[in-house]
């Protein structure tokens, strides 16, 4: 079974630059594209990027998406960290029968 | 636009039924599988499965195969999740998802058992 592992949590300060990992259990992470959601508390989750690295009308480019094949993952990096970027962050792919995977999520603290 | 609208906030008791809507509008409603997707309080996002409006194909992750009953009606362009018999654990935030890139999600339907 294909899945995706996240970081359980990561902080960082206002203004700062802070990248959140997603790994790959088997195959290639390029094989199918990444998408990464924001869930802020209360609220269902919104695409901050999808196709890997594309963001959706609104997203700020502060937002990007990268795929690393020599280490199977993907990255979300945020620049110029915000408060209102704090919330859950969650990778999202699909197996090799086009069935959706999520990772774990992670909590971003801005402080 | 794409949308995706879930019905109300549920609270049941242990051993009650109950079904779930999602009803899609602003796309070709049979041309892209519908999902459902879970979330139990403070906890991440888990796929239940998955369904295909135009045709009814229709597949389960094997966590909920036989705990829940995924359906679409195509006349009216609504997706729903079912349960015969409601356990505590079933308490969730439910979400559908329109399988794109990315997913489209719904608002959510809490459900309180």
């Known amino acids: 079974n294909f899945m995706l592992t996240q970081p359980h949590s990561v902080s960082e300060s206002p203004g700062k630059t802070v990248t959140v990992s997603c790994t790959g259990s088997?195959?290639?992470?390029?094989?199918?594209?990444v998408q990464w959601y924001q869930q802020r508390p209360g609220s269902a989750p919104t695409a901050v990027i999808y196709e890997n690295n594309e963001r959706p009308f609104g997203v700020p480019d502060r937002f990007s998406g990268s795929i690393d094949t020599s280490s199977n993952s993907a990255s979300l990096t945020i620049s110029g960290l915000k408060t209102e970027d704090e919330a859950d962050y969650y990778c999202?792919?699909?197996?090799?029968?086009?069935?959706?995977?999520f990772g774990g999520g992670t909590k971003l603290t801005v402080l | 636009e794409v949308q995706l609208v879930q019905s109300g906030a549920e609270l049941k008791e242990p051993g009650e039924s109950l079904k779930i809507s999602c009803k899609g509008s602003g796309y070709s409603f049979i041309s892209y599988w519908i999902g459902w997707v879970r979330q139990m309080p403070g906890r991440g996002l888990e796929l239940m499965g998955i369904i295909y409006p135009g045709d009814s194909d229709t597949t389960y992750s094997p966590s909920f195969q036989g705990q829940v009953t995924i359906s679409a009606d195509k006349s009216t362009s609504t997706a729903y999740l079912q349960w015969s018999s409601l356990k505590a654990s079933d308490t969730a935030m439910y979400y559908c998802v329109r399988q794109a890139s990315p997913l489209r999600w719904g608002q959510g339907t809490l459900v309180t058992v």
């Open positions: 088997s195959g290639s992470i390029a094989s199918n594209f």
């Open positions: 999202q792919s699909f197996d090799s029968n086009n069935y959706v995977v």
